[in-house]
């Protein structure tokens, strides 16, 4: 890792050496550079110490274009300005392709791939790669995208059927709130510059008359610049981030109802098209990334969850790894137009033609499965719970029990022997903090191996928990460090229909089975994408290797203000008793209180726990975390809850299971609506509050009368904890608004 991250450094340090020198000595460098002697053209970009397999790639491309650029030149140096220019420009970009061939040598696809690359830029003519099976991610690929579909699926589902009630126009915290106020911060920034340009107008001595600064001025100041800096870059969030949201184009922000339901309808399309299909282009994958930020935006702590940010970097990775238009699976691949023809005629390769999937994005989505596992890691191993340290090592006695949602077999989990549960939490470190090490190696079956104990962790996380879609998305970029031959080779046929099926795939591993698999070169824009999208992930990153590494780690955060790249956690702290918040109301202040209750949040001590994963309930979770925070302070939504239940509102009732008022207030002694209107107002919820309970799973082996009693067992034991909000008396309606002004 500190090798890698060392050659990442360099090729930062190439690009601003190179950025901040002067123009004709960057030339002389680059004359210089060209036209040393081979056995001196290995220093040059390279520090001593250095492998020689990679310094020998290095060589060879400098020995090409040295050959070329004698061969073309030797009459004068000035004979070809053209020439000279392309060269010098591979000659600058020679350490960063170094840089990348040390990190990647033994990717067989890298060095194929950048070897062509620049043979093509100095020769026309065209440049076929037969590719190795194993170096084959075009199934891979498919998988890959299958899966981020599913994904999708539920992450829209979810927005579908519950954003009204969290962030739409009478929810529980409305997304205009948000947008109103990212909007006052933009004014105030654009009064602010308005300001400083008056102003600067009486310093003309400070202005440059450099050309290209004139010219960068002009452009800053002009129309379109204004617009995008006041519509967008000016209006951000609390923490001056720009707020990405197609919200912004909603005419009337207090109807946004509709605009939420159309984004997850429309979401729900593209991610049905992406599983249907197996394929995607870069329209379809901005759109999924537009649409799940533009929830993240407005979604205040409905979507503060690691997984969110999760979901749009991985999207954004996955930007990279389609065509642009073109939704062909097997793209640049001439089967299309061949049909079956091409099986028959072409044999071993019938499929001919396929561009390879870029190599760099693929090791980019390696590692950013790596920082996700290694930081939830970390948050343990530096965490002050001792029931993660050695010595005690306790966590998984209570990690079931406590888990914001229980399903059906959390329970059976929790009652396994201690010793197990030891076994648990050495496993989880060692999956956490030396497996992912594997997924960076250079060897095909260290990956392979690292892949599976990924996904296998991720799946027995399922079983034990309704994690929401979380370990599902972390799944997905574990499938690629599994390539083509190992699916097919691995996968039962009807597997390989379900999974991989297209109209195109039968031919496709046909032709893997034969052991020859023909890719054409990419055209050349698409390795540069490639390694501009490397270098500017490697750059991000950095601020991520810095928080791993250090002593107090943070989690769920990220570093740029786009939020590109972030660093991930889970669980550093492990509570040992399970708090619930329950939440009850009457119509008188005597009683009897009514309880509410939630769709898979502990409550009735006889509902037993569902299977939802990969759909969740965002405010069964977020009652949870209240629960773990402490005071009502830090979890003032909570207050706008109350609100919204007393006041029966119909979009926030949905998100519960039932309303506990509404069979009395719609049935009452029989009468009918409309002859009983006085009298639904005496049964209206007037009073509520909140109280804490500890609850924990029932033991039939511990409960004496058990037999005795002969009922139903319960599935939870609780015990009243005390009051949480308020402390002393109750809330009404108006005292719950007058607090919501004050916030």
């Given at each position: 890792?500190?090798v890698?991250?060392?050659q990442?450094?360099?090729?930062?340090f190439?690009?601003?050496?190179?950025a901040?020198?002067a123009?004709?000595?960057?030339?002389?460098i680059?004359?210089r550079?060209?036209?040393?002697?081979p056995?001196?053209?290995?220093g040059?970009?390279?520090?001593?110490?250095q492998?020689?397999?990679?310094?020998?790639?290095?060589?060879?491309i400098?020995?090409?274009l040295?050959?070329?650029?004698?061969?073309?030149?030797?009459?004068?140096?000035?004979k070809?300005?053209?020439t000279?220019?392309?060269?010098?420009s591979?000659?600058?970009f020679?350490?960063?392709?170094?840089?990348l061939?040390?990190?990647?040598?033994?990717?067989?696809?890298a060095?194929?791939?950048?070897?062509?690359s620049?043979?093509?830029?100095?020769d026309?003519?065209?440049?076929?790669?037969?590719?190795?099976?194993?170096?084959?991610y075009?199934l891979?690929r498919?998988l890959f995208?299958?899966?981020?579909?599913?994904?999708?699926?539920?992450a829209?589902?979810?927005?579908?059927?519950?954003n009204?009630?969290?962030?739409?126009d009478?929810g529980?915290?409305?997304a205009?709130?948000?947008?109103?106020?990212?909007?006052?911060?933009?004014e105030?920034?654009?009064?602010r510059r308005?300001?400083?340009?008056?102003?600067?107008?009486n310093?003309?001595?400070?202005q440059?008359?450099n050309?290209?600064?004139k010219c960068?001025?002009?452009?800053?100041?002009?129309?379109?610049?204004?617009?995008?800096?006041?519509?967008?870059?000016?209006?951000?969030?609390?923490?001056?981030?720009p707020?990405?949201?197609?919200?912004?184009?909603?005419?009337?922000?207090?109807?946004l109802?509709s605009?939420?339901?159309?984004?997850?309808?429309?979401g729900?399309?593209?991610?049905?098209?992406?599983?249907?299909?197996?394929?995607?282009n870069?329209?379809?994958?901005l759109?999924?990334?537009?649409?799940?930020?533009?929830f993240?935006?407005?979604?205040?702590?409905?979507y503060?969850?690691?997984?969110?940010?999760q979901?749009a970097?991985l999207?954004?990775?996955?930007l990279?790894l389609?065509?642009?238009?073109?939704?062909n699976?097997?793209?640049?691949?001439?089967?299309?137009?061949?049909?079956?023809?091409a099986?028959?005629?072409?044999?071993?390769?019938s499929?001919?033609?396929?561009f390879?999937v870029p190599?760099?994005?693929?090791?980019?989505?390696?590692?950013?499965?790596?920082k996700?596992?290694?930081g939830?890691?970390l948050?343990?191993?530096k965490?002050?719970d001792?029931?993660?340290?050695?010595?005690?090592?306790?966590?998984?006695?209570?990690?079931?029990?406590?888990?914001?949602v229980?399903?059906?077999?959390t329970?059976y989990?929790?009652?396994?022997?201690k010793?197990?549960?030891r076994?648990?939490?050495?496993?989880?470190?060692?999956v956490?903090?030396?497996a992912?090490f594997?997924l960076?190696?250079p060897?095909?079956?260290?990956?392979?191996?690292?892949?599976?104990?990924?996904?296998?962790f991720?799946?027995?996380?399922i079983s034990s928990g309704?994690?929401?879609?979380?370990?599902?998305?972390?799944?997905?970029?574990?499938?690629?460090?599994?390539?083509d031959?190992?699916?097919v080779?691995n996968?039962?046929?009807?597997?390989?229909?379900?999974?991989?099926?297209?109209?195109?795939?039968?031919?496709?591993?046909?032709?893997?089975?034969?052991?020859?698999v023909?890719?054409?070169q990419?055209?050349m824009?698409?390795?540069i994408?490639?390694?501009a999208?490397?270098?500017l992930?490697a750059?991000?990153?950095?601020?991520?290797v810095r928080n791993l590494?250090?002593?107090?780690?943070?989690m769920?955060?990220?570093?740029d203000?786009?939020?590109?790249?972030?660093?991930?956690?889970a669980?550093?702290?492990?509570?040992?008793?399970?708090?619930?918040?329950?939440?009850?109301?009457a119509?008188?202040?005597?009683?009897?209180?009514?309880?509410?209750h939630?769709?898979?949040?502990?409550g009735?001590?006889?509902?037993?726990?569902?299977w939802i994963?990969p759909?969740?309930?965002?405010?069964?979770?977020q009652?949870?975390?209240?629960?773990?925070?402490?005071?009502?302070e830090r979890?003032?939504w909570?207050?706008?809850?109350?609100?919204?239940?007393?006041?029966?509102?119909k979009d926030?009732i949905?998100?519960?299971?039932?309303?506990p008022?509404k069979?009395?207030?719609?049935n009452?002694?029989?009468?009918?609506p409309?002859?009983?209107?006085?009298?639904n107002?005496?049964v209206?919820?007037?009073?509520?509050?909140?109280?804490?309970?500890?609850?924990?799973?029932?033991?039939?082996k511990?409960?004496?009368?058990?037999n005795?009693?002969g009922?139903k067992?319960?599935?939870?034991?609780?015990?009243?904890?005390g009051?949480?909000?308020?402390m002393?008396?109750?809330?009404?309606?108006?005292?719950?608004?007058?607090?919501m002004?004050e916030?």
């Amino acid at each position: 890792l500190q090798v890698t991250l060392g050659q990442l450094l360099l090729v930062i340090f190439s690009l601003s050496t190179h950025a901040f020198t002067a123009r004709p000595h960057a030339r002389n460098i680059s004359g210089r550079m060209i036209n040393m002697p081979p056995e001196k053209q290995v220093g040059v970009g390279y520090h001593h110490g250095q492998s020689s397999s990679s310094s020998l790639i290095g060589m060879q491309i400098i020995d090409s274009l040295n050959s070329r650029y004698r061969s073309k030149n030797r009459c004068s140096v000035r004979k070809s300005r053209k020439t000279t220019l392309r060269t010098k420009s591979l000659a600058f970009f020679t350490p960063i392709i170094a840089s990348l061939l040390m990190a990647f040598k033994p990717a067989s696809a890298a060095s194929n791939t950048i070897l062509s690359s620049a043979s093509k830029l100095l020769d026309s003519s065209p440049v076929t790669i037969i590719t190795n099976p194993t170096s084959s991610y075009i199934l891979t690929r498919i998988l890959f995208l299958r899966f981020l579909a599913i994904v999708y699926t539920a992450a829209f589902s979810v927005a579908k059927f519950q954003n009204k009630g969290l962030i739409g126009d009478r929810g529980i915290t409305p997304a205009r709130n948000v947008l109103n106020a990212a909007e006052l911060r933009g004014e105030a920034k654009s009064t602010r510059r308005k300001e400083w340009l008056e102003e600067r107008k009486n310093y003309n001595s400070t202005q440059s008359n450099n050309f290209l600064d004139k010219c960068k001025n002009k452009f800053l100041c002009s129309t379109p610049a204004n617009i995008f800096r006041d519509k967008f870059w000016y209006r951000t969030d609390r923490m001056d981030r720009p707020l990405i949201t197609l919200l912004w184009f909603a005419r009337d922000r207090n109807n946004l109802n509709s605009w939420l339901d159309g984004l997850a309808n429309v979401g729900l399309l593209l991610s049905t098209i992406m599983f249907a299909t197996g394929s995607a282009n870069v329209l379809l994958m901005l759109g999924l990334w537009l649409i799940q930020r533009s929830f993240m935006s407005v979604g205040g702590q409905f979507y503060g969850y690691g997984w969110e940010p999760q979901l749009a970097e991985l999207t954004f990775h996955a930007l990279f790894l389609v065509p642009l238009l073109s939704m062909n699976p097997f793209f640049g691949s001439n089967i299309a137009a061949a049909g079956g023809a091409a099986t028959a005629t072409a044999g071993a390769g019938s499929i001919m033609g396929a561009f390879p999937v870029p190599i760099l994005v693929i090791w980019a989505i390696r590692w950013y499965l790596f920082k996700i596992m290694v930081g939830a890691g970390l948050i343990k191993a530096k965490s002050s719970d001792r029931k993660w340290k050695l010595g005690d090592m306790s966590a998984m006695d209570y990690f079931y029990e406590t888990q914001p949602v229980p399903n059906p077999f959390t329970k059976y989990f929790h009652f396994m022997p201690k010793v197990w549960h030891r076994f648990e939490v050495y496993s989880n470190h060692f999956v956490e903090l030396v497996a992912p090490f594997l997924l960076l190696m250079p060897f095909r079956s260290w990956r392979l191996a690292g892949g599976l104990v990924q996904i296998m962790f991720q799946l027995v996380l399922i079983s034990s928990g309704n994690l929401s879609f979380l370990n599902w998305l972390t799944i997905v970029p574990a499938i690629f460090c599994l390539d083509d031959a190992f699916l097919v080779n691995n996968l039962s046929p009807l597997a390989q229909k379900i999974a991989l099926g297209t109209p195109m795939t039968q031919s496709y591993i046909q032709s893997i089975t034969a052991g020859a698999v023909s890719c054409r070169q990419a055209p050349m824009i698409i390795p540069i994408i490639s390694i501009a999208f490397f270098l500017l992930m490697a750059k991000l990153n950095l601020n991520v290797v810095r928080n791993l590494l250090a002593r107090r780690q943070i989690m769920n955060a990220s570093f740029d203000r786009l939020r590109l790249c972030g660093t991930y956690g889970a669980f550093g702290v492990v509570a040992e008793q399970r708090e619930e918040l329950i939440i009850e109301s009457a119509n008188d202040i005597k009683g009897p209180w009514k309880e509410y209750h939630f769709k898979v949040k502990a409550g009735d001590v006889h509902k037993r726990p569902r299977w939802i994963s990969p759909y969740h309930h965002r405010l069964d979770w977020q009652m949870w975390i209240a629960s773990q925070s402490g005071r009502v302070e830090r979890s003032q939504w909570l207050i706008s809850l109350l609100l919204k239940l007393l006041r029966q509102e119909k979009d926030v009732i949905n998100l519960i299971e039932s309303d506990p008022w509404k069979p009395m207030s719609a049935n009452n002694d029989g009468k009918s609506p409309e002859s009983h209107t006085e009298d639904n107002s005496s049964v209206s919820p007037k009073y509520i509050r909140i109280e804490k309970y500890r609850y924990k799973f029932y033991d039939r082996k511990k409960d004496d009368n058990a037999n005795i009693r002969g009922e139903k067992s319960p599935y939870w034991v609780r015990e009243r904890v005390g009051r949480y909000f308020p402390m002393q008396g109750v809330m009404t309606a108006d005292m719950l608004e007058e607090l919501m002004n004050e916030q």
